[in-house]
């Protein structure tokens, strides 16, 4: 029987480096592919797999699309390029490094390595903002039946579907706000994560109260804080059984239903947005079945 890779449900790693690898033109995927299905075990390594790669293979997979690109009110939701996604996890940056170059060994010369990120943990699961991050966050058996493909068949099921966005946070201009302003951002109180009933309707969590759709929309978040020479910021990963209930989170956030953008485009943004499957592991091994491999 085929398992989810364990490294979607386990909680965040301290450290993580994130590839994202196109498709050189005119290559063939399918050697590369089956090189990484041999050395991927899904839990130190979680992969996934772009609309473009399952095209170039020939396939379609039910329910993975491209990237919804989004405008609101002086912002962008980007979809950017990304055929191939790995998400290392670990707790030493060098072998993190070294597990990186030996990835980019083994789907070279199809894929490119196009993107790294390197995410670390700050604090107890914090945000760079202060804040904690992922508390109203599904566990246990409810973590499995958001985040995991279940009774679609050999080879789809114990699959998972993420969406991830790299933002770019303007601390500068959060630290000039004072912690009431910040709090309202995000609906909680920094000081002891309290929901806040009075915050406005803009705040993060008021938009995103997954329990506020209908039908609800629960996610599983491993999202994690990045930063390098060029800024900082929180690589944003969710996980679900399919992409409808990110999608419908993300069209509250820019103001699609009401006109009301989430008060974190105050001082965040997104500048990429990636759609990928992460295909189930059978026998400690990435099962590639649904992609005819
Ligand atoms: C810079 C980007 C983001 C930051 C800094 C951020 C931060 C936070 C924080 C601090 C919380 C409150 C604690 C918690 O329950 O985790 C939260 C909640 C949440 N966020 Fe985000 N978030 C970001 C982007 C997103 C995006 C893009 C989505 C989905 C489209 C999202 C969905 C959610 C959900 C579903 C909750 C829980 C709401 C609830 O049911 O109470 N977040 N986020």
């Known amino acids: 029987m085929s398992t989810v890779q364990l490294g ?18 005119s290559s063939d995927p399918r050697d590369a592919l089956k090189r990484l299905r041999a050395t991927t075990d899904g839990e130190s390594t979680v992969v996934g797999i772009g609309q473009s790669l399952v095209l170039a293979l020939g ?9 919804p690109n989004h405008s609101g009110a002086g912002f962008e939701v980007p979809a950017t390029p990304g055929a191939l996604w790995c998400w290392l996890r670990g707790k030493d940056r060098g072998e993190l490094v070294h597990r990186a170059r030996l990835m980019a060994q083994t789907l070279s010369p199809a894929f490119r390595l196009d993107r790294v990120i390197d995410a670390f943990q700050y604090g107890t699961s914090l945000d760079l903002t202060g804040y904690q991050d992922g508390t109203e966050n599904p566990t246990g058996e409810q973590a ?21 966005q790299q933002w770019v946070h303007d601390l500068t201009r959060f630290d000039s706000m004072s912690v009431t302003e910040q709090d309202h951002t995000i609906g909680r109180r920094k000081s002891d994560n309290e929901e ?13 109260a997954q329990e506020s759709f209908d039908p609800e929309a629960f996610v599983l978040r491993r999202s994690m ?9 929180l690589v944003f990963v969710a996980f679900g059984a399919s992409f409808l209930p990110f999608e419908h989170l993300l069209k509250r956030m820019v103001g699609a239903e009401d006109g009301i953008p989430d008060a974190l485009f105050n001082f965040t943004r997104p500048i990429s947005g990636n759609y990928f499957w992460c295909p189930p592991v059978h026998a400690g091994q990435l099962d590639l079945r649904a992609l005819g491999l």
Do not use: M
Request: charged fraction near 20%.
């Open 8 to 25: 979607i449900l386990a909680p965040a790693p301290p450290l993580a480096r994130y590839l994202v690898f196109s498709l050189a033109p």
């Open 59 to 67: 396939r379609s997979l039910e329910g993975l699309r491209g990237f």
């Open 144 to 164: 499995y039946a958001v985040a995991v493909v279940q009774k679609r068949g050999e080879g789809f099921d114990g699959s998972s579907f993420v969406a991830v």
């Open 196 to 208: 806040l009933d009075d915050a406005p309707a803009s705040a993060h969590v008021k938009r995103t």
């Open 225 to 233: 804080p990045w930063a390098d020479g060029t800024g900082e910021g």
